[in-house]
């Protein structure tokens, strides 16, 4: 659950599984959006379902309901639409529901992977916050006393702590007005692209960023040819739900020049950074023997698992660069403190 959107994932896939077992057993979808609405945990959640419960009771079709709540997104309409006019919605929201599922679980894997390196960035952040703020300004006084010349890495710490005393509101203020400043600029299509951009290029990290998008588009294409749409369906829905702007540019030609006749394989070799050869041959080789559901399920277990392993190899990248830099910052601070002191002790023998 987020500030962004107020249904945690883990509720959608348990409403979706929900629903695809009450719509099997055969109970009608009203009873079932108020019956699932009585044992929703968020308030957001059980106000969607006693609004479907009362567009259905109207005749609104499933699809459209959703389509209006901001809780759910083009992925989740497109699969209740298919299964409305394919007659299979108790099929289709197990493969939502499915889909979901394995979303959210790759999504955990990477937040776990990562974890360690923002606990100690945050410790590291919170601890020179707490010397800046409480411990420095102590030793302030003493260092004015000391009749030697104070070594850069004191007068820089001493500088800093005067700055906080004085002036540690307006210096937070403006820090967090930056962030904001920098967050609202993100939102510009043109500046989120370049971010965008920059993220697939950075080392190690861009390269689980490309299997990332790799991962979603195998595992989107596998459930939605399962559940009747035609590629270009598929691709116009996957180039909405990938979540970096070169991938969804990239996706958006691909399904132009497929409805123009060209092949899914060739189509994507206009873009070798973005989709490996690996992936490609894969796709051509499903094109070939008509069994692009079994290509792509191959592509998407292929990247998850990759996924899965670079994620978990994360710390012990990042875990070197982390404590070299931790390590950086004790000795500044040590020398800052201690070279005085020790200049002065030196001095009186």
Known sequence: MSLLDPISPQEKV????????????????????????????????????????DKTEKGTSLYQIFEESPHFGKVFVSFLRAGEESGTLDQNLEYLADWLERNNQLKKEIGSATLYPKIIVTFAVILGGALSVFVL???????????????????????????????GVFVL???????????????????????????????????????????????????LFRSGLTINNSLDIISDSVTNIRYQE???????????????????EAHPSLFPSVFISVVATGEETGSYGDSFKYLADFFAQR?????????????PVLLIAIGLFVAFIASAIIMPIYDVTRGLY
């Open 137 to 167: 300004p102590q030793l302030v006084p003493i260092f004015g006393t000391l009749d030697v010349a104070l070594p850069l890495t004191t007068r820089v710490l001493l500088y800093v702590s005067e700055l906080m005393q004085e002036s």
């Open 14 to 53: 348990d409403f979706v599984k929900n629903l695809s077992l009450l719509v099997r057993s055969g109970k009608p979808i009203n009873e079932s959006f108020e019956l699932l609405g009585r044992q929703a945990r968020s308030p957001a959640l059980k106000k969607t379902l006693d609004n479907a419960k």
């Open 250 to 268: 990239a996706l958006n030609e691909v399904n132009e020049r497929v409805a123009r006749g060209t092949s899914f394989a060739e189509a994507m």
């Open 307 to 319: 996924v899965t392993e670079r994620t978990q190899k994360l710390p012990t990248v990042i875990e």
């Open 173 to 223: 203020a403006g820090l967090f007005g930056f962030l904001l400043f920098f967050w609202l600029l993100l939102k510009l299509r043109p500046i989120k692209r370049i971010w965008h951009i920059l993220q697939l290029k950075i080392p190690v990290a861009g390269s689980i960023a490309k299997e990332y998008q790799l991962t979603i588009i195998a595992q989107l294409i596998t459930t």
